[in-house]
């Protein structure tokens, strides 16, 4: 049954004394004070303390005693709804008496999350950190609600808006560098004229890069939505564990997530981009005679066989830094999928796919043609380097020359730096 008991206290003092009625001092001869409390006169008065509730849970481990007890109420009407509510969450299975912090909770939540991927565990302290302990950490396990959550989200939309804004201030800081650098370019006539463009170009190039200095990227809607997956994942297991009486993510409302549609590099769009430099679409896909076009052009790539076995079989780019020769049959024509690199802050990290992610690809002739030449250019290589200077041996497929193994981003950046369709750079 559910009893509760309401008072009125106050923070009202006094001087202490002892049982003979002599005054208690401090150690340094002042008075020591005692809180009135529900003794004090004044709580006659209208307005004068705040109310309290409190009420009996069934005894703890040992027989030991256990009170719910809040204070602060300005009413009783208050005091009764909350503690309506502090009745529910009890009923609901949620810890009422421990005054263990969210951010408390969530540190010791991913402590406990053991058999993680590296990226998945990286992308959950990414979230602790930047987002879920600044916004929410310092709230009692006890106090969280939906109004929490939704405060935090509103904090990110109103970053993002002022992000925003200092992101649009750098491209008008851009688009004056360049204007001043054009400028001093073609200054010509007399000596101080071209001075004077060289102190404007100097000038704007200073307020670039003071402009850059703190620049965030913009918290997409994607990312709220993964900050809310690892909530809902922190406060599912909170439940299961009694900590927490409801998954107060599953009733977060946020904005959409569009994905970003697909579109083929027709010619018109090939024009419009060569002239404006923006790409119609984040996604863009080659037609067959541009992605003939870009193994025309690499062809004497030193890695040619690798990007042809990107565009013809789709591996990813992890998946190759990790492909060792034993995986890779030249006779019966085919490879295994079994491992990949990921990277996180630049470093590389070994580590097995998802179960469904590991696969055997097969290829055909011309591809088994160009792997065994690409093999024999690496025994060469090994052999350059078997003298003063050392090869590395990682028996991995895809290396550079002296047989270090390729970094993703490396990848990646060598494809932006080489490619001769649209997309990249020439």
């Known amino acids: 049954m559910f009893n509760r008991s309401y008072q009125r206290r106050c923070a009202c003092q006094e001087p202490a004394v002892d049982d003979g009625g002599n005054p208690i001092v401090n150690g340094d001869g002042t008075p020591k004070m005692r809180k009135l409390g529900a003794d004090c006169p004044k709580l006659t008065q209208k307005g ?13 481990e040992g027989g030991k005693r256990q009170r719910v007890r809040r204070g602060g109420f300005a009413t009783k009407d208050e005091a009764k709804v909350k503690a309506a509510e502090v009745y529910r969450d009890v009923i609901g299975g949620g810890d009422v008496l421990s005054n263990a912090t ?22 959950y302290e990414e979230h602790i950190a930047l987002y879920l302990e600044p916004q929410l950490g310092h709230i009692k396990r006890r106090d969280l609600k939906l109004r929490h959550i939704e405060a935090m989200y509103d904090a990110i939309e109103r970053e993002n808006a002022e992000r925003l804004i200092h992101h649009s201030k750098v491209v008008e800081l851009e688009e004056a560098h360049d204007a001043a650098h054009t400028a001093w370019v ?9 001075r004077a463009a060289r102190r404007a170009y100097r000038d704007a190039n200073a307020a670039l890069r003071e402009s850059r200095k703190g620049k965030r990227k913009i918290t997409s809607a994607a990312t709220m939505h993964r900050i809310n997956a690892t909530l809902s994942s922190f406060l599912g297991s909170g439940i299961k564990r009694g900590e927490y009486s409801t998954n107060w993510a599953a009733f977060v409302e946020l904005p959409a997530v569009k994905r970003p549609r697909a579109l083929v590099w027709t010619p018109e769009r090939v024009e419009e981009w060569e002239r404006t430099g923006k790409k119609p679409s984040p996604v863009m ?5 541009q992605a003939g076009e870009f193994l025309d052009f690499i062809c004497d790539d030193r890695l040619c066989a690798m990007w042809h076995t990107f565009i013809f079989r789709g591996p990813r780019r992890g998946e190759m830094c990790a492909l060792p020769w034993p995986e890779v049959s030249l006779s019966g024509s085919w490879f295994r999928i079994s491992a990949q690199i990921v990277e996180i802050a630049y470093r590389q990290y070994d580590e097995a796919p998802k179960q469904d992610s590991v696969r055997t690809v097969t290829f055909d002739r011309q591809t088994r043609e160009l792997l065994r030449e690409w093999q024999a250019t690496q025994t060469r290589e090994r052999e350059q380097w078997s003298g003063e200077k050392a090869w590395v041996e990682t028996n991995r497929v895809w290396t550079h020359e002296n047989g270090e193994p390729l970094h993703p981003d490396w990848i990646s950046r ?5 490619s001769a369709c649209p997309g990249s750079p020439r």
């Open 414 to 418: 060598r494809f932006t730096g080489s």
């Open 102 to 123: 969210v951010g408390e909770d969530l540190r010791a939540w991913l402590k406990r999350k053991r058999n993680l991927a590296r990226t998945t565990r990286h992308g």
């Open 48 to 60: 004068h303390g705040t109310w309290y509730f409190y009420f009996e849970l069934e005894a703890g």
């Open 186 to 194: 073609r200054a010509a006539g007399k000596k101080e004229e071209r």
């Open 285 to 289: 896909v080659w037609t067959p005679e």
